[in-house]
């Protein structure tokens, strides 16, 4: 081979290897833009997610307070009922004993 041979070879190798150094750098390139799209989309998925937890803290929040108010309630009723229950049997036995009174007097 003559060195005007080796020359063409050499360059034609040099021509080949900037090519796939060309092609390389526009697939890391193509790579590195995805995969800040997936960061991205990352980072909002992630912030969504905090946000949905906040909303869920408030919510059972609220629940705990609901319920503490229905159970609250259910007590004062469960009391009024109570107090009704025996007011109506107070009033019923007095009834009994005065009409048994008033038969013992006649």
Request: glycine fraction near 0%.
């Given at each position: 081979?003559?060195?005007?041979?080796?020359?063409?070879?050499?360059?034609?190798?040099?021509?080949?290897?900037?090519?796939?150094?060309?092609?390389?750098?526009?697939?890391?390139?193509?790579?590195?833009?995805?995969?800040?799209?997936?960061?991205?989309?990352?980072?909002?998925?992630?912030?969504?997610?905090?946000?949905?937890?906040?909303?869920?803290?408030?919510?059972?929040?609220?629940?705990?307070?609901?319920?503490a108010?229905?159970?609250?309630?259910?007590?004062?009723l469960?009391?009024?009922?109570?107090?009704?229950?025996?007011?109506?049997?107070?009033?019923?036995t007095?009834?009994?004993?005065?009409?048994?009174?008033?038969?013992?007097?006649?």
């Open positions: 081979m003559s060195d005007r041979d080796l020359v063409q070879e050499l360059k034609s190798n040099i021509t080949d290897l900037t090519q796939d150094r060309d092609d390389a750098l526009a697939k890391v390139k193509s790579k590195e833009a995805r995969l800040k799209q997936v960061m991205i989309k990352l980072e909002y998925a992630t912030q969504d997610v905090k946000a949905t937890g906040h909303r869920i803290a408030e919510r059972d929040k609220e629940l705990a307070d609901v319920r108010k229905l159970e609250t309630k259910d007590k004062l469960q009391d009024a009922l109570k107090k009704i229950k025996d007011i109506v049997y107070e009033d019923s007095e009834k009994e004993e005065d009409k048994k009174e008033i038969s013992e007097e006649e």
